[in-house]
């Protein structure tokens, strides 16, 4: 699965006089951030499975340009339903597995067609679970303490079994694909012998559009309702540039790695992947072609091996052979 981590807190912020947290109530985003002081050194580097959210008015501009009607939250509502009130939410701009995020889905409003946007869970909650987190239980080793529960991962979901995993089945069938706005995602590359974070930009500063699939989970405990996404992936073993990313197994050949992509959206097939049949949508299911991406952090990273070509030529990788160099 995709690991991603999450740019600076500057992007983010431009949300910030738009709103009030619903964990407090009448205060605005911009107090919020101020409040939570950006990430820790440790978060940064540590941390995995985390993308940035596009600024509002990045992916706003850029979606009305070519869709007619889009519904945004003005406002993350601190209550549901007939007056109950929801669990607090913390509106980060790191969105990392179970934060809170924003999509966009297709909707009917007024006999029109068009988008809204929506707060919610970033793991698909599975229809009929107990709790936002299904838990599991890792298997126990011979000889060592039983391991504690885990909350199952959801918040990837393959495009080869999407249609058939419990999780995830009942949304695609049902047609509930998304669009998550991200202005980078971060990817592990190891071909320095150690780990180098690559920040996935696009090169034309547009905001990715990735594709994923939505929910509609009710708390039995409190009859919230609760919307959760998860982001589809797909095999990029041949792709000239994402097979280079994530760690690859040595006893695996190359074009067996599984390694895995978020999928791309561009605008002419938003509304065909958000609410066209199914064959269309798996049409769409593939990585972004290799021009989309920002180049910076692959050509530093091909700066360090020519480095050390010195040392070990043998080492230099099929990309920054003779007819590369």
């Given at each position: 699965?995709?690991?991603?981590?999450?740019?600076?807190?500057?992007?983010?912020?431009?949300?910030?006089?738009?709103?009030?947290?619903?964990?407090?109530?009448?205060?605005?985003?911009?107090?919020?951030?101020?409040?939570?002081?950006?990430?820790?050194?440790?978060?940064?580097?540590?941390?995995?499975?985390?993308?940035?959210?596009?600024?509002?008015?990045?992916?706003?501009?850029?979606?009305?340009?070519?869709?007619?009607?889009?519904w945004l939250p003005e406002v993350v509502d601190d209550r549901v339903g007939a007056g109950r009130v929801a669990s607090p939410v913390v509106i980060k701009p790191t969105v990392g597995p179970f934060d809170t995020g924003f999509?966009?889905?297709a909707v009917v409003q007024g006999g029109r067609l068009g988008v809204k946007g929506e707060w919610g869970q970033w793991g698909l909650i599975r229809p009929g679970a107990p709790s936002r987190r299904d838990m599991v239980q890792?298997?126990?080793?011979?000889g060592k303490k039983t391991p504690a529960p885990r909350p199952r991962s959801t918040n990837n979901a393959r495009a080869e079994t999407v249609a058939t995993l419990p999780t995830f089945r009942e949304a695609w069938r049902s047609?509930?694909?998304?669009?998550?706005?991200?202005?980078?995602?971060?990817?592990?590359?190891?071909?320095?012998?150690?780990?180098?974070?690559?920040?996935?930009?696009?090169?034309?500063?547009?905001?990715?559009?990735?594709?994923?699939?939505?929910?509609?989970?009710?708390?039995?405990?409190?009859?919230?309702?609760?919307?959760?996404?998860?982001?589809?992936?797909?095999?990029?073993?041949?792709?000239?540039?994402?097979?280079?990313?994530?760690?690859?197994?040595?006893?695996?050949?190359?074009?067996?790695?599984?390694?895995?992509?978020?999928?791309?959206?561009?605008?002419?097939?938003?509304?065909?992947?958000?609410?066209?049949?199914?064959?269309?949508?798996?049409?769409?299911?593939?990585?972004?072609?290799?021009?989309?991406?920002?180049?910076?952090?692959?050509?530093?990273?091909?700066?360090?091996?020519?480095?050390?070509?010195?040392?070990?030529?043998?080492?230099?990788?099929?990309?920054?052979?003779?007819?590369?160099?």
């Amino acid at each position: 699965m995709p690991h991603c981590r999450i740019a600076a807190l500057s992007a983010a912020k431009r949300w910030a006089s738009r709103a009030s947290l619903p964990d407090a109530p009448g205060i605005g985003y911009a107090r919020h951030w101020r409040a939570i002081g950006g990430l820790s050194a440790a978060h940064n580097r540590f941390m995995c499975n985390l993308y940035h959210m596009s600024p509002k008015d990045d992916f706003e501009i850029y979606v009305r340009r070519h869709i007619g009607k889009l519904w945004l939250p003005e406002v993350v509502d601190d209550r549901v339903g007939a007056g109950r009130v929801a669990s607090p939410v913390v509106i980060k701009p790191t969105v990392g597995p179970f934060d809170t995020g924003f999509f966009l889905r297709a909707v009917v409003q007024g006999g029109r067609l068009g988008v809204k946007g929506e707060w919610g869970q970033w793991g698909l909650i599975r229809p009929g679970a107990p709790s936002r987190r299904d838990m599991v239980q890792p298997k126990a080793v011979p000889g060592k303490k039983t391991p504690a529960p885990r909350p199952r991962s959801t918040n990837n979901a393959r495009a080869e079994t999407v249609a058939t995993l419990p999780t995830f089945r009942e949304a695609w069938r049902s047609g509930r694909r998304c669009l998550i706005p991200a202005s980078w995602y971060q990817e592990p590359n190891w071909e320095t012998g150690r780990n180098r974070w690559w920040q996935l930009r696009r090169a034309d500063g547009l905001p990715w559009m990735l594709a994923g699939l939505w929910n509609e989970w009710i708390d039995p405990v409190t009859g919230e309702l609760v919307p959760s996404y998860t982001l589809l992936t797909c095999n990029c073993d041949d792709h000239p540039l994402l097979r280079r990313l994530h760690r690859p197994d040595p006893k695996l050949p190359p074009q067996a790695q599984d390694k895995r992509a978020v999928i791309h959206i561009e605008p002419q097939d938003w509304m065909a992947w958000m609410g066209g049949d199914e064959a269309h949508a798996r049409a769409l299911m593939h990585p972004p072609p290799a021009e989309f991406f920002d180049l910076s952090d692959a050509q530093a990273t091909d700066a360090l091996l020519r480095e050390r070509v010195f040392a070990s030529p043998d080492d230099l990788p099929d990309h920054l052979s003779d007819d590369g160099r």
